[in-house]
């Protein structure tokens, strides 16, 4: 799968931001709910404050809060702002390892996965967060 835990995160905490989009919720909060370390979610979340993603509170009733509508935020602006240094297609292996695929100028499968790096950016930057609420909310029925 093409993804990072920086990305998988900063999507998860936008959805979940959107879909309780009434209050501030603290780092802790989803750190707890999420079973992952603290400073890790706070280093996603003040990079996604930065790019105008979301709003930060100081003080008791304080926290994180999405700052645009979901309608605005497309994935492929999030995916640049959790990995600036952009992706590389991953594959996995039996038993789970995975690595990175390095493929040879002059391979012949090589335009396949041009095409189909093509076709996914293409789809990342059509796709909003509003897009991704819609297809979590179709598939929890």
Sequence with gaps: MLTSR???????????????????????????????????????????????FVEAQKGRIGGYKLAKRPEDIRIAQVIRVLEPEGLELSYAQAGGRVGVLSLPKNCPTRPFWSKLEEKLLKTLEEATLADLIALSQKEGK
Aim: net charge positive.
């Design 6 to 52: 920086r990305i998988a995160y900063g999507l998860r905490l936008l959805h979940d931001l959107a879909v309780n989009a009434q209050d501030f919720r603290s780092a802790r909060v989803f750190a707890e709910s999420y079973g992952v370390p603290e400073t890790f979610l706070r280093r996603i979340l003040m990079d996604l404050r930065r790019a105008g």
